[in-house]
Each structure stands twice: as structure tokens, then as C-alpha cells.
């Protein structure tokens, strides 16, 4: 086999693998349902990309009718390359806003120098966002958040915030008005960053504003790629675990009736295995050992959930 058709072959695998995932994303979570209009969040950075390219190509393919349109933040930071987007966007004809709002100033006005900015500007974004989204009429919000974000901040809330808490897939704004929606949640970083070189997208630098990265977030994502390289299937298994939640088995009185349990109950999940042996799989099989998918398996289920709804 040439080395052409070999490299061809592989990043056909890798866009089927992904649309397989955010297929099942979509599908386990009721991400997209018929007549959306889906606001695509993109910063210019490779999830965002992929997230757009990926749910295109499911537009494409679904037997229900949603929209997209594709919203860039422009905050105004030095140095943002502002054509890079519309000339992409323009280039693949997907609808887009570019929302012209000089954050970075307020930012730098508001905290001193040296502090944090990072949570100021993301609410300020966050704001200008739901804003956007109302005045587009757009019935979800997607954002280009992956599997391993989700489990960095599932980490990050363990070690620093004290809860058992990761990043949700779909979920409501504070202000109840908007469903926001994460299809990129089953995707591995490691395959948006080979699927970003493959597509070759245009790439917006992330550190425009200056800010220092978040150190902690940075270290646990360290921690999670060397897990990765030295155990595999490590974070299958841990992302299988947040679809695994056994409350009667943690310690949460908020989450399981524990002052209310009485002599005779049936048994809870197995019951108390402290002092038993628990059977653990040696390994956790990896999605990379799926059998191999073709078009049709990999948007069958979210197709079968969208084709169940009636069009209006
Ligand atoms: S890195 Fe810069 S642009 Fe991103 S949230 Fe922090 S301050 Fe804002």
C-alpha cells in the first residue's frame, strides 16, 4: 500500500472515529433535536474547529433539519488576527456572527495588575454569549469542551474545590434560558490535535491576552496525558465512572438517604463490599478497540433519537 493511501486511510478512520463519538454524545444526552438552531462557539482554537467541522458533516447526514451558525468573540485583544475567522467561515459557507466587544480593556481596567483574569473575562464572555444567542434566536449553545476537560475539571474540583464535580455535556444557563450543549464530551484531545493538523484548520493563538495559563488545570492535564501514555485505558475507565455514579456507596446525605436506611432493605448496588474482594477488570478496553465503524453505525443512534421526533 502507498504512503498516500495509507495516510488517507488513517485520518478517514480518525473522522469517522470522531463523528462516532460526538454521535453518541448527541444521541446518549438528546444534544440536537429537529428545527435547532445551534450556535457554534468558536474561539480559533482546534476543539472549536473540529466541533463546527464535525457537526457539519452530521448535518449533513441527519434525516432531521438544525442550523448552525458559527459566533466568534472578537475581545478585542492585540494582535487578534480578525480576518482569519470570516475568511475560514467564508471559505466553507457555514453562516456566522462576529461579536465585536472590547473585553480585554474592561479586564485590564477593572483588576489590578498581576491578578487573575481569567474569571472576569470568561463571565463577561459567558454574558455577551447567552446575549448572542438570544438575539439569533438560537435554541442551544454548543461549545467545544472535550472528554479530557471534563475530566481535568472533575480533578480540579477534587483536589482544590472539594466536590465531586466534572464539566456536564448538556446542561441549563443560570438564567434557565439557554440549553447549552458539550458534543465534543466523548472526544479525546489527543485525536482533536491530530484531526486539527489533518484539516490543516487556521489556528488563533490562545495567549493574546497575556494572561498566565491556569497552572493548576495545566499540571492536571499533564497528569492525565502521562496516565494515558503509561495505563492504558486509565481514563476510559474514569470517564466511564462519571456514567457510573453509585450514590448509596459514597457519602453524599444530600444524595443518598443514609439517616433513612433500615434493617431489611433490599440491597443497595451490591450491598457493602468494604471487606470483600471486589473482581476489577484488568483493563479497561479502550475506545480505539472499537470494532470498526462505517458511516452508518456511527450516526445509526443519533439518527434513530432525531428521526423519532416528528418534524413540525
Ligand atoms: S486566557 Fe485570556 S482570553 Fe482566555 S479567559 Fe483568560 S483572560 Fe480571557
Redesign the pocket.
Given at each position: 500500500m502507498s504512503k498516500k493511501t495509507k495516510t488517507e486511510l488513517e485520518n478517514n478512520k480518525l473522522n469517522k472515529k470522531l463523528r462516532h463519538a460526538v454521535g453518541d454524545a448527541i444521541n446518549d444526552f438528546n444534544m440536537i433535536e429537529n428545527g435547532d438552531k445551534i450556535m457554534v462557539c468558536l474561539s480559533g482554537g482546534k476543539d472549536s474547529y473540529a466541533l463546527l467541522d464535525i457537526l457539519r458533516q452530521l448535518q449533513a447526514s441527519a434525516p432531521i433539519e438544525f442550523e448552525l451558525v458559527a459566533v466568534n468573540l472578537d475581545?478585542k485583544?492585540p494582535g487578534f488576527p480578525e480576518h482569519v475567522l470570516p475568511d475560514y467561515l467564508e471559505s466553507i459557507g457555514v453562516p456566522y456572527k462576529i461579536v465585536e466587544e472590547d473585553?480585554?480593556s474592561v479586564?485590564k481596567r477593572v483588576l489590578e495588575e498581576g491578578k487573575t483574569?481569567?474569571s472576569l473575562?470568561?463571565r463577561l464572555?459567558r454574558g455577551i454569549l447567552y446575549r448572542t444567542a438570544k438575539e439569533l434566536g438560537c435554541t442551544k449553545i454548543a461549545l467545544g469542551h472535550h472528554r479530557d476537560d471534563i475530566l481535568g475539571t472533575l480533578f480540579l474540583n477534587m483536589f482544590y474545590g472539594g466536590k465531586l464535580k466534572a464539566m456536564p455535556p448538556k446542561l441549563v444557563s443560570d438564567n434557565g434560558e439557554h440549553i447549552v450543549i458539550r458534543p465534543l464530551a466523548y472526544v479525546k484531545e489527543k485525536d482533536l490535535i491530530r484531526y486539527a493538523e489533518l484539516k490543516q484548520f487556521p489556528i488563533i493563538p490562545?495567549?493574546?491576552?497575556?494572561?498566565q495559563?491556569n497552572l493548576q488545570r495545566q499540571v492536571i492535564r499533564e497528569m492525565l496525558v502521562d496516565w494515558d501514555k503509561r495505563f492504558p485505558g486509565r481514563i476510559e475507565s474514569m470517564f466511564s465512572a462519571l456514567q457510573n455514579v453509585v450514590p448509596s456507596h459514597l457519602a453524599d446525605i444530600e444524595l443518598f438517604d443514609f439517616a433513612g436506611l433500615q434493617k431489611g432493605q433490599k440491597l443497595k448496588h451490591g450491598g457493602d463490599l468494604a471487606f470483600d474482594r471486589e473482581t476489577l477488570p484488568q483493563r479497561f478496553p479502550s475506545q480505539d478497540e472499537d470494532e470498526e465503524s462505517t458511516p452508518q453505525t456511527e450516526t445509526k443512534k443519533v439518527i434513530n433519537i432525531l428521526a423519532s421526533k416528528p418534524k413540525p
Open positions: 475581545q485583544q473585553t480585554y479586564v483574569t481569567c473575562c470568561s464572555r490562545c495567549n493574546l491576552c497575556g494572561s495559563p
